[in-house]
């Protein structure tokens, strides 16, 4: 299922907005240049906050974004590098 | 040899010279256009008492802390409620006092703008937030805060209505609308909720 390796995965599946950015900032700022996260979550509208957070935050490339079936949920997986 | 370097030295000497002074010019230039640039903050009024509006302006504050910008709230007017945590009536008028009974403490008083009904609305929201794991506004506020979000009350209003500092939340400041503007004229985002 993973198409993209990643370092660190954040779960923010079942919460809301703005919870699912403000898991991954606190991640991402622990992140290493070059590493990249992957975060789940379940909110729909994490597809767009994750492209407007990546255009928002300098160091980060959002690298992919994927719609998969999680335990029978659909989840929202994205992939964040940090330059 | 000597003679050489000596030569090249004093051919170079004016062009260098030059070159310095261009450099100058376009850093102080450089300097002068970034003061103009906004920084990458979010400014908020807060003028609203209303649970939703409040919990709207601490969901936008914290998406945006959590996107890396500086967010600066200014609470006025009934958004001070929100940011009291105890009734204290010393050292009041009379109609301050009224005031102050009147009005909610903190944001587990507050109600919602529409559909009210004496608070019946306020819990049913709270309620329909928690079914759909929407965090409740106490926590919002509380990751606003954790993310470095300024908050200033309006002294203004408190004065008016009579708050105290020592009635509201510790770890706020204390401005009047200059304190606003300072921070909203460098702000590429500006919000009245």
Redesign the interface.
Known sequence: MATVQYDVEIDAR??????P??N??KAFQNLQPGQTMRVLATDPGSVNDFK??AN???EAELVAQETVEMDGKTVYVHYVRKK | MQNGQTAVMERATPELAALQEQLQQLQTQVESLRRQLPD?RLSMVVFSGDLDRVLAAF?IA??AA????EVSMFFTFWGLTALRRKRDSRGKTLLQKLMGWMTPVGTQGLGVSKMNFGGIGAKMLRAMMRQ????QIEE?VQ?ARD?GVRIVACQMSMDVMGIHKDELIDGIEVGGVATFLGDATRSKTTLFI
Not at chain 2, 66 to 69: L, N, V
Not at chain 2, 132 to 135: I, L, T, Y
């Open positions: 079942g919460l809301q907005c703005p919870m950015i403000v991954a900032r407007g957070w928002l935050v300098a | 990458n969901v914290s998406g959590a996107s890396g910008m759909q794991g929407v965090p919002t990751m993310l």
